[in-house]
């Protein structure tokens, strides 16, 4: 069982930055691939980016890549999503999300079996 809490969404303005944090507990957290998802007002959830259960390998949506990072911390059972560059399009609750059962680097919903709450995030042109 992984519980994941989402914090660090906000209000900010096109070009600035936002650092997105998910806190797990759970004994299958550190075994774990870990992704982000979104979902803007009246669209489908949609990937963003995810890691495998060392941080080492990362696969990011087209969308975000070369803005978006994805980091975690085994010590701090923490993902984190540094946003940088951001744009209006990047409006949208942000999810993360645990796929302990899942190998490589999972970019479909389906493999994910633990999502925390969402945190906003509003960019404002």
């Known amino acids: 069982q992984v519980q994941l809490v989402e914090s660090g969404g906000g209000l900010v303005q096109a070009g600035g930055s936002l650092r997105l944090s998910c806190a797990a507990s759970?004994?299958?957290?550190?075994?774990?691939?870990m992704g982000w998802f979104r979902q803007a007002p009246w669209k489908g959830r949609e990937f963003v980016t995810t890691t495998n259960w060392r941080g080492v390998s990362t696969y990011y949506a087209d969308s975000v890549k070369g803005r978006f990072t994805i980091s975690r911390d085994h010590a701090k059972n923490t993902v984190y999503l540094q946003m940088n560059s951001l744009k209006p399009e990047d409006t949208a609750v942000y999810y993360c999300?645990?796929?302990?059962?899942?190998?490589?680097?999972?970019?479909?919903?389906?493999?994910?079996?633990?999502w925390g709450q969402g945190t906003q995030v509003t960019v404002s042109s």
């Open positions: 999300a645990a796929a302990p059962r899942a190998y490589g680097l999972p970019y479909d919903p389906s493999p994910y079996d633990y």
């Open positions: 759970g004994r299958t957290f550190s075994s774990s691939a």
